[in-house]
């Protein structure tokens, strides 16, 4: 048995004349989608897979599939003769440019044999000349393989006993999650490293035995993290070969890994005898090295030369490289991805200092992976798009930087002196923090990753509607961070007369083991985001806004409340000066809030739909109506109800001349300074938000109870008492925020609307019995979902803001919640 | 949902004859909305009332109802196009103008009094404009919106006596167009053979009515071809010159003059940034200087309609290779807007709200970054010059802002500064010396 390794994502050529049992040996050793045979794709293309005038457009099905495939990481067989350099230097290609590495299996069988096969197969009557031919190139072929760039040539023979073994690329360290300290630029400075370690919670050990030129200090974490290091341990600094030896034990003893930097490379290179510009530091790592005698210098180089150009760690999540990494390349291996690794992206200009002009691919990175890297000093750690340079300049007087993972914390020392001046100012790398949103990370149809539901799918029609809505009537992305859910009704009641009643959401509740819900009064208002910040420096520095604003109050499709600017502003104002009385501000360690909320009265923003919805057309049916009423009794009873549909909408309207004529009603607490506080109780938020409402009249806590749902009938009874005083009715939450049942996320609220309301929700004439008995036939499973989908995205946003993912990750998801509205689903519900 | 007819001319009973419905009876038809009933409230020889009782059933008229606003609705209360239908249903008879028992009555012209009590208009002037022509005496008595909310002012209804003297088949005819035109909502799709029923119950009156086109438009909810169709066959050819002598529009100056400045330009590519219905993308079109034109659309809707107008459908494949259309937002970078050689931005600023701008000067002058972007958009101290402005609105419900001319040149300095482009302000249309031109127009260039 002979065991042929190939590397887990390459092009796999097969490569042998006509008749060599290519396929078949193909066959036996791959995957059935892993293998691309031309002979299939003449089949695809001409139904005939013998047809030589389809090859060219066989080879182009082909070729398109394997790009396919390759761009997701798949190892590809491509089954075809392969005997031609031309056929074989496509492959090189397509391997190159999807930075994987080509393999070569070349069958190589006599051509007797070949004939004879040939022979037996109906559809291969190519005459004897075809395979001496093919036999003699694939013979002036196969010693220059490796040279065409096949990184790896396997010859087999038709009788040898193979076993394909499938080697994971070295940079694969998808096995290790963690947690890593995962440390920029070293550059000699190991004074400051030692202090990094340190704080980290590093301790050094002495090894037993001292090994030349690498010492004995060890550093290890008592918790068994690991450090990871970003490359350019040298030149520019004090003590390089310290920092040097520092590295190389840790990973020695599993502590650590270290990709490699361009001056790490460039130093190997020099240890190798190449004539170098002695420029950027290099002499000093020189003067160093000095010291060494011609085996350690050996051993340094090749240490440094052992460096990979990136790791992907923790299943894909984490990737470190020196200069970072587009996505295409996370976890393959090429010079491309080497030179990128290294070096980074370079426009192919140079700036007045001679240096290469870098193109800013992290501004474009939409990667699921974090890539932390380093290379470029910036004054401050930077986060763009889920990447991290931290390379803060120890070398050049800044500080060495660690990010702490999966915590995503930076930790600094600052470096001792300056050791180095920078060739050009250290400025961060562009203003751009992802503040100018993407069209295509919007549209089209979507996927939005959510904890709470998993992926949300969005569709394109409804993300066209959503863009319209954004781009016109929505307040500063910036500030929306939120779209609250809609929120789904009870079941229909069965008592007559009545279309909702509570037991019907108590109901819901039991059926979910959910024993303990909150019953909260449904306020006569319109639901209302208000997002404050303490001052305006606050909402600059956290939500990126450049507009003035403390803070806004936006409706739940994202529209500002108020027309008028200064009506908002003096409604943020008051809830600061709440928030500042209350304590808040401390007490949560924060300088921001979000909070959902209910703004009286409705008419304040529905002043139109009521004037010209409810107003004219009650004033329509009581014209029409009074005309016709002495006709017969039934249009006598109409009347009636349209008058009670008018008492109704008229309970809602109360003139609103200034912002002390409204109400605010905050309900939930939803997310402050590093915190979502979905894992509070329902309980906890009303007792917090009473706590805030105290503290100002304009503010207005929700009476609620506490309630078994064995023991419901206090609860209704309290209902019966809301309703028939023309109260909107309850919300039932179940306790805990995200409550769970044994079919999962269980509805976060259910709204159970009394009599006098739900006219003018289903229209003046609803009570009427043969209506009341039609409208209770309705579904409410597209509600409902959709409530669940819209709570996934709502909370996935806060949790995206929270941890300070990109303004594109947090608008995602409150795009979607946008998108999801215009889904058709009955306005009733 | 109540429509009276009163005749009072001696023996007022022959109402019953000409509408085919004996006063003695009630009358029922059942509609596929409801039921229509007739009835008579007065049966004298003086005077005699017939009455078309209209139940809408709430289940037809929730049917395709999408918004909350469907379900709280006006149609079960007043005359609208459901009328119109129940009077072609139960007085088909009369209104196509035959009356088998008494055939001379059909032509005899009697004082006729019609009574609707809730009709939904936008002001009363709608109501003369259309039916004084007809010779009626109009009144139309305004509803109040709230008896109980007196500040929420009046509501969109009135009640209406139309009283003239004519025959009860053109009462019928004028009823069975107008309601719908004054009401402006049909509740059933409006296809091509409705242009017929148009002209065959228009016949005799609708030719030589002053308020002919607004009619024809509102019957056949402006849906343009349905009108061009029903106008020829009044008009004929005059249709087109009177194209010619309309005076030419401010906006039609200003795409003219946006077209000629990027002709001047040397732009061979052109992307019209908020490009609406298309106007400024046919005139590009039209003009051979032009390689490739894109227009771009925060509304599906509006692109919609850019195709319908510029026959997208109908174009050969190397028309249709110089045209495209797509929906996108000034608010989000999109890699479609780059490698054009100018854009335009044609009254489209004043529709954002002034923070957003910032997100627009960076997709426009950063990433897109055409070496031309030309921006029109009001000049606000034109304003007084609008009659019918008053003085604090801005031209437009949806203007977030309107600047004065040195605002506007304030801004288009900073922004040129800001992203390296070299800029120069002009106004735009016809000058008035004191208050400058209506619109303004800068000229970025790298």
Known sequence: MRRIEVPELAVVAMVGVSGSGKSTFARAHFKATEILSSDHYRGIVSDDETDQSASGDAFDALYFFLGKRLTRAKLTVVDATNVRFEDRKKLIEYARKFHCFAVAIVVDAPERICHERNATRPDRQFGPQVIHRQHAELRRSIRNLEREGFRYVHIVKPEDEIEIVRTPSWNNKRHASGPFDIIGDVHGCAPELRQLLATLGYERSAAAQAESPWGDEFWRHPEGRRAVFVGDLVDRGPAILDAVRIVRNMMRDGAAFCVAGNHDVKLVRWLRGKKLQIKHGLQRSIDEIETLDAADRVRLASFLDSLLSHYVFDGGKLVVAHAGLREEMHGRTSGGVREFCLYGETTGETDEFGLPVRYNWAAEYRGRATVVYGHTPVPEPQWLNNTANIDTGAVFGGALTALRYPEREFVSVPAARVYAEPVRAIKPIEPDRGDVLDLADVTGKRFVETRLARNVTIREENSIDALEVMSRFATDPHWLIYLPPTMSPCETSTRPDYLEYPTEAFEYFRRNEVRRVICEEKHMGSRAVVVVCRDADAARRRFGVIDGKHGVCYTRTGRPFFPADNDESGLVARVQSALTKAGFWEEFQSDWFCLDCELMPWSAKARELILQQYAAVGEAGEAALSEVAGLRPEFARRLQLVRQYREAYRRYCWPVTSLDDYKLAPFHLLASEGRVHVDKTNLWHMETLRRLAANDPQLTATRYVEVDVDAPEAACKWWEELTSQGGEGMVIKPLEFIAKGPKGLVQPALKCRGREYLRIIYGPECTAEDQLERLRARALGGKRSLAMREFALGVEALERFVSKEPLRRVHECVFGGLALESEAVDPRL | ?446
């Open chain 2, 1 to 446: 949902m109540i429509l009276s007819l009163t005749s009072k001319v001696r023996p007022a009973t022959d109402l019953g004859f000409l509408l085919h419905k004996n006063p003695a009876n009630t009358h029922r038809a059942e509609l596929s909305f409801g039921a229509a009933t007739v009835f008579y409230s007065e049966v004298s020889e003086e005077k005699c009332t017939a009455c078309l009782l209209l139940e809408i059933s709430p289940v037809e008229l929730v049917r395709g109802a999408r918004q909350l606003e469907d379900y709280v609705n006006d149609r079960p209360y007043v005359a609208s196009s459901y009328m119109s239908v129940a009077i072609g249903r139960v007085f088909g008879t009369a209104l196509a103008g035959n009356c088998a028992k008494r055939p001379e009555l059909v032509d005899l012209k009697m004082p006729l009094t019609a009574r609707l009590p809730v009709v939904r208009a936008r002001g009363p002037e709608l109501l003369t404009r259309i039916f004084e022509p007809l010779g009626y005496v109009v009144t139309a008595e305004p509803i109040p919106l709230d008896e109980t909310n007196p500040a929420w002012g009046l509501s969109p209804y009135f009640r209406l006596t139309l009283e003239t003297t004519a025959t009860v088949h053109d009462v019928l005819s004028h009823l069975y167009v107008l309601l719908p035109v004054i009401d402006e909502e049909k509740h059933y799709f409006i296809g091509a053979d409705e242009v017929a029923k148009l002209l065959r119950h228009g016949e005799g009156w609708l030719a030589t009515h002053p308020e002919r086109e607004l009619i024809v438009k509102r019957y056949l909810r402006r849906s343009a071809s349905l009108v061009s169709q029903a106008l020829e066959q009044f008009e004929g050819e005059s249709n087109t010159e009177k194209e010619l002598e309309r005076p030419i529009t401010l906006h039609t100056e200003r795409v003219s003059i946006v077209g000629e400045r990027l002709r001047a330009l040397g732009a061979k590519s052109v992307i019209d940034l908020g490009c609406g219905e298309g106007k400024l993308l046919r005139r590009l079109l039209a003009d051979r200087a032009f390689d490739r034109v894109a227009g771009m659309d925060v509304s599906h809707r509006s692109l919609e309609l850019a195709a319908e107008r510029l026959r997208l459908d109908r174009m050969n494949d190397r028309q249709r290779e110089r045209i495209q259309l797509f929906q996108g937002s000034l608010l989000y970078r999109d890699k479609r807007l780059e490698g054009f050689d100018a854009a335009a931005l044609v009254e489209v600023i004043e529709h954002m709200d002034v923070p957003r701008l910032a997100a627009m000067e960076r997709v426009v002058f950063e990433f897109a970054r055409p070496r031309h972007v030309l921006v029109t958009t009001p000049n606000k101290e034109y304003n007084v010059l609008f009659p019918a402005l008053p003085p604090d609105r801005m031209r437009h419900n949806d203007h977030r802002f309107e600047w004065t001319r040195a605002e506007f040149a304030t801004w288009a300095d900073r922004t040129a500064t800001r992203f390296g482009y070299r800029v120069t302000v002009e106004p735009l249309g016809p000058l008035h010396e004191t208050h400058g031109a209506p619109s303004q127009l800068a000229v970025f260039s790298l």
